[in-house]
């Protein structure tokens, strides 16, 4: 649908000096317009898999040079950046608390609430998903429907190597104050993580519920409910305790959403 884009972007990757020509900044203004108007993704689910959009990603990045350092007036607030903010919240049924803040070039749907927060580039936050006070989704991020990102949640970004996988957040989780994912780590629907979980692409995520333990790495299990723990490893110096992420239940799916997140947190004793 997009091959002629596709095409210019992938030109101006190879040959940055293609970048002067007009026909190439407007292939990269289209791809900008249509990841803001949510038309277009960095990462998207498929029947084989979520599959991740490396010539959308190289827009991204081509856009920075593309663009000027220009201020930027929004009330009594003054930015200093080559990227504006994005606009038309009313129309786009999103509420937007001051000082919330997402960079054109990012997707909200109808019906998030961001509450001061912070959004960048490139980043997908689906339908009904809730974005608490000083979360940051950073660029390319793909965040399913009915998420709730409580305070100060933090959910990385990346843009290069552009064939990285960003991190993905599916539908109905409940993602606890203070939680780090990061380097591209995949939650599965309906996942909680209790407050201060911290998940990368090397953290040790192991489930505990059964006779013995299971390891994933950047991964975590759909309607896992995961705490913060630890770990001893071995160094040089000595043996240590090193932060792992432990899967200690499951959320049941016969029981509504609400009501099973609240029971999951009081029957697991999970701060969130």
């Not at 095409?7 to 900044?25: D, F, M, P, S, Y």
């Not at 998420?147 to 993905?168: F, R």
Request: aromatic content about 8%; glycine content about 10%.
């Amino acid at each position: 649908m997009y091959r002629a884009i596709e095409e210019i972007i992938e030109g101006a990757w190879e040959k940055r000096e293609l970048l002067q020509e007009e026909k190439t900044k407007t292939a990269i203004d289209q791809v900008i317009e249509l990841l803001d108007k949510g038309q277009l993704r960095t990462a998207e689910p498929t029947d084989k898999g979520w599959q991740v959009n490396e010539w959308v990603k190289k827009a991204v990045i081509l856009y920075f040079p593309t663009r000027s350092m220009e201020t930027i007036t929004s009330g009594p607030f003054e930015y200093h950046d080559k990227i504006r903010l994005k606009q038309d919240y009313a129309e786009s049924g999103v509420r937007v608390v001051p000082p919330a803040t997402a960079r054109y070039g990012a997707y909200i749907a109808p019906g998030v609430v961001m509450m001061p927060s912070y959004v960048n580039i490139g980043a997908y936050v689906d339908s009904g998903t809730m974005v608490d006070t000083w979360a940051t989704i950073g660029s390319c991020a793909q965040i399913g429907k009915n998420v709730h990102l409580s305070g100060g949640v933090g959910i990385g970004g990346v843009l290069e190597p552009v064939q990285a996988a960003p991190v993905i957040i599916e539908d109905g989780c409940f993602i606890g104050s203070r939680c780090i994912v990061v380097e591209g780590a995949h939650i599965e629907r309906e996942v909680v993580l209790g407050a201060n979980t911290v998940i990368t692409a090397s953290t040790k995520i192991i489930d505990i519920t059964g006779s013995q333990a299971v390891e994933y790495q950047g991964f975590v299990p759909a309607r896992s409910v995961v705490i913060p723990g630890t770990r001893k490893k071995q160094f040089p110096a000595g043996e240590y305790e090193v932060p792992c992420a432990l899967i200690i239940g499951k959320r049941k799916p016969s029981t509504d959403l609400k009501t099973s997140l609240n029971s999951a947190l009081r029957e697991f004793d999970v701060p969130v």
